[in-house]
């Protein structure tokens, strides 16, 4: 119970709910990097760069700190308006990285090029299944 109590303490005013949700995004965020790192290193259907890797992990910083900058700007508006929005943005950005990681796996639909992970990962088991 004391886990619960603890979580739940996070949720008791809107300062540590943004920074709650701030949390999820960087969690997903470094999920989605991590998962499309491993795709394009090691499924040779995918050429690696090193170059888009260091683009994709500079994109998702500037977006986060464009996250963490709209939080003074928010302020500025009037009083439910500005929290109400930032909600709404973290949110929705949030749903995106998650969209984002469920497409590697191929639970949703999304416009990336790229081959997803999930053909590499299912290949390397059938590999070492065969082989066994």
Known sequence: MQMIDWLNSYLESDNSKLIYILALIMGANVLDFTIG???AKFNPKV????AKAIFGIARKLLMFILLVYAIPVALL???PLGISALYVLF?????SE???VLNHFKLAEDDKTMDPFIDFFKSVFDKRGGKS
């Open 91 to 95: 949110l929705g950005y949030l749903a």
């Open 77 to 79: 508006m009037p009083e």
């Open 98 to 100: 998650i969209n984002s």
């Open 47 to 50: 050429a690696f760069s090193s």
């Open 37 to 39: 790192w491993l795709n």
